[in-house]
T-cell receptor, first 112, second 113 residues
Framework: SQKIEQNSEALNIQEGKTATLTCNYT??????LQWYRQDPGRGPVFLLL?????KEKRKERLKVTFDTTLKQSLFHITASQPADSATYLC???????????FGQGTELSVKP | SQTIHQWPATLVQPVGSPLSLECTVE??????LYWYRQAAGRGLQLLFY??????ISSEVPQNLSASRPQDRQFILSSKKLLLSDSGFYLC????????????FGSGTRLTVV
């Protein structure tokens, strides 16, 4: 069956360090992959999209990699700040219809 | 600019009562529209999506239904709520075609008692 897995345990890091979040998937052939940020009690906010033929995408302090052979995406936040503390969701869209399917999310906590 | 409105923000309903949640999008036309549900501490589950008026696909069989009476209006309904319908309901839209991020509404926290 199709599955998207993100680290269920919260990630705790020190301010200034790089946070790395992982998204693994099975039985998908995604056309693209997206990352969202969600704060408690709020709707997710779109951060980045990376296509199947792209290896890496950057936006300010954010970097996403996409390895279709490993079936994995890594999401990096460099020079992390306490304001980056949130839950980060990975989402895949397949080639048929483009519906987004979300992972469970990983909670990131950046300590000052 | 495009905006998405979703209401109400919170709702407490007794078991067996009806439900109607509304979502509207402004500043765009022909959006793809989506209803998701998020249980506490869980990911988002896709419930319904629509690519046009009266074109609605259901992803999860349940006692919920969706309608799209106008291009930019999406309604989630139930005739009789169950305890298991409690959750955080999110409406979202995106442009037609692929390669666009979703824009989510602020969500409705539904508690069925």
């Amino acid at each position: 069956s199709q599955k998207i897995e993100q680290n269920s345990e919260a990630l705790n890091i020190q301010e200034g360090k790089t946070a790395t979040l992982t998204c693994n998937y099975t039985n998908y052939s995604p056309a693209y992959l997206q990352w969202y940020r969600q704060d408690p009690g709020r709707g997710p906010v779109f951060l980045l999209l990376i296509r199947e033929n792209e290896k890496e995408k950057r936006k300010e302090r954010l970097k996403v990699t996409f390895d279709t052979t490993l079936k994995q995406s890594l999401f990096h936040i460099t020079a992390s700040q306490p304001a980056d503390s949130a839950t980060y969701l990975c989402a895949l869209a397949d080639n048929q219809g483009g519906k987004l399917i979300f992972g469970q999310g990983t909670e990131l906590s950046v300590k000052p | 600019s495009q905006t998405i409105h979703q209401w109400p923000a919170t709702l407490v309903q007794p078991v067996g009562s009806p439900l109607s949640l509304e979502c509207t999008v402004e500043g765009t036309s022909n959006p793809n529209l989506y209803w998701y549900r998020q249980a506490a501490g869980r990911g988002l589950q896709l419930l319904f999506y629509s690519i046009g008026i009266d074109q609605i696909s259901s992803e999860v069989p349940q006692n919920l239904s969706a309608s799209r009476p106008q291009d930019r209006q999406f309604i989630l309904s139930s005739k009789k709520l169950l305890l298991s319908d409690s959750g955080f309901y999110l409406c979202a839209w995106t442009h037609r075609g692929r390669d666009y991020g979703y824009t989510f509404g602020s969500g409705t926290r539904l508690t069925v008692v």
